[in-house]
């Protein structure tokens, strides 16, 4: 931590961050860590967001941020080349240029406790939480209460048709919306969360014998088999709207274990920009037409 009077670096959030959120526990697919700044730079204002996109970019320009900690990485993927003629070429040079750091907590984050799902729970008020998939033993994330996602009990019974709409409206609005799947007046009094993408943990839903289970990116044909097996009903909310929730506690957390001003992007990045309901089907008339002899 930065000494008293003096603004901490970016080594200091970085250590800060890696305390709460050990690389080690990330997926070995994942890109997690800093990303571009000087360690010695200093930083007063971070601004936490969900994705590095342009517009996000340019909110922490505008908000004179020293830094961006961010759920998703930039650079997931190999590249060989971060030219500016290149999407996540001209964010990097643009961040370069501003002097603001970049740091990506993305599956580390997941699997924390309290993490990324435990920030989705709270929503919905559950109680009792408790992973829904542990890591497996002898990985580095292995232990306590860590692993993705969460189950708990819900203050009260709902149908699933009225947990739908209470997700709706818990959830930061997205053009997306919220989606389920199953028989709408199933009662719901277990549900299992899981911020992003989490058609892989549909298995362990089924496991857990919850009555239901909300996650974002769900896909027709596993879905589908899902609900022919007989498992949980299948709430799907849109990705970013699933892991905003956690912004809030990484800033909360960021506040108290450094002297910095933190803020959070409410930008919504969900790609999808429109949605349109089905009209309602006409009412159906069931007398018999009038037939002249």
């Known amino acids: 931590m930065s000494t008293s009077g003096s603004a901490p ?3 200091d959030v970085v250590a800060a961050l890696e305390r709460r959120f050990p690389p080690v526990w990330a997926e070995e697919w994942d890109r997690v860590g800093l990303v571009l700044g000087e360690p010695a730079a200093p930083v007063r204002r971070v601004l936490c967001v969900v994705d590095v996109v342009p517009e996000t970019v340019d909110e922490a320009l505008a908000a004179d941020a020293d830094m961006i900690v961010a759920h998703h990485p930039l650079l997931l993927r190999g590249v060989s080349s971060v030219a500016a003629t290149t999407f996540k070429g001209r964010i990097i040079h643009q961040l370069i240029r501003a002097g603001v750091a970049l740091y990506a907590a993305h599956t580390n984050a997941d699997v924390a406790s309290p993490g990324v799902s435990d920030a989705l729970a709270a929503r919905f008020g559950l109680t009792g939480l408790r992973p829904l998939q542990r890591p497996a033993p002898g990985s580095p994330a292995h232990g306590d209460d860590r692993g993705f996602g969460r189950i708990g009990e819900l203050p009260q019974p709902m149908t699933l048709a009225e947990l739908t709409r209470h997700a709706a409206a818990v959830l930061p609005v997205t053009s997306w919306g919220v989606r389920a799947a199953g028989d709408p007046g199933r009662m719901v009094r277990t549900l299992a969360v899981s911020g992003g993408s989490g058609d892989s943990f ?5 496991a857990a014998g919850v ?26 909310a849109a990705h970013w709207a699933t892991e905003r929730p956690w912004l809030d506690d990484l800033a909360a957390f960021l506040r108290e274990a450094l002297d910095v001003e933190t803020l959070v992007s409410d930008l919504d990045t969900d790609p999808w920009t429109v949605h349109a309901a089905a009209p309602a089907a006409p009412a159906v008339d069931d007398k018999e037409p009038d037939r002249e002899g």
């Not at 027709?220 to 709430?235: K, Q, R, V």
């Open 9 to 11: 670096t970016v080594s």
């Open 211 to 236: 009555d239901a289970f909300l996650t974002a990116d769900l896909r027709h044909h596993p879905a589908g088999e899902h609900l022919a097996a007989d498992g949980p009903a299948l709430i799907d």
């Open 202 to 206: 549909l298995g362990a839903a089924t």
